[in-house]
């Protein structure tokens, strides 16, 4: 059985570009999250969708938004890409959100040049 | 922001002794969470202990909880090299986890 998939694995933009980054859940998880990982540092959380609904959002711009499809898969997106937005993009789903047990991907490893 | 602070930051241990880390918050909680991450890839779910548990076990990790003091801690016993990992103490928050920086564990074969 497939665990949580992200796409790409590694990815370099340009400043100003703009990026999206895939995530598909383990069957049966309704709920996908997003998290910023900058090295040495904790996932910082972005957004939780549950049942293709905005749930919470992290503090983090408006440059920064998510969806989540019928098949609950989902998607983040970055507009206006800055040098600080380089980081590793944790996806984690769950079976029904909140602080459950959650099961992350292997990220995405975005590098802004 | 961060929630957990976890503590130490960086800890180096020889294979067969026992490490210890700790977590502290700073909000009440419904339950804390602690993940391991290896190299900076994806994170793998350890345990969790609800609120209401004081300690939990699983294999050779043992976990407390003392929400009066807003800690946790998470030992690991009889440590091989394989440990050698990030760990992290999440809380939950509403709909959402917050995690700390991480305890980067190293075990010396």
């Known amino acids: 059985d497939a665990g949580v998939t992200q796409s790409p694995t590694h990815l370099i933009k340009t400043r100003g570009q703009h990026v999206t980054l895939r995530c598909s859940p383990i069957s049966g998880h309704k709920s996908v999250s997003w998290y910023q990982q900058v090295l040495g540092q904790g996932p910082q959380f972005i957004f939780q969708?549950?049942?293709?609904?905005?749930?919470g959002r992290g503090n983090f711009p408006d440059r920064f938004s998510a969806r989540q499809f019928p098949n609950y898969s989902s998607e983040l997106n970055v507009n206006a890409l800055l040098l600080g937005d380089s980081a590793l993009y944790l996806c984690?789903?769950?079976?029904?959100?909140?602080?459950?047990?959650?099961?992350f991907g292997q990220g995405t490893r975005l590098t802004v040049v | 922001s961060q929630q957990g602070e976890e503590d130490p930051q960086a800890l180096s241990i020889q294979e067969g002794e026992n490490a210890t880390m700790n977590c502290s918050y700073k909000t009440s909680i419904n339950n804390l969470q602690w993940y391991r991450q290896n190299s900076g890839r994806g994170l793998v779910h350890l345990i969790l202990?609800?609120?209401?548990?004081r300690e939990k076990h699983s294999g050779r990790l043992r976990v407390t909880l003392d929400t009066s003091k807003k800690s946790s801690s998470l030992l690991i016993t009889a440590s091989r090299a394989a440990d050698t990992a990030s760990y992290f103490c999440?809380?939950?928050?509403?709909?959402?986890?917050?995690f700390g920086a991480g305890t980067r564990l190293t075990v010396k074969p």
């Open positions: 984690a789903s769950s079976l029904r959100g909140g602080a459950t047990e959650a099961f």
């Open positions: 202990i609800r609120s209401n548990e």
């Open positions: 969708y549950y049942e293709k609904e905005e749930r």
């Open positions: 999440a809380t939950d928050n509403n709909n959402d986890m917050r």
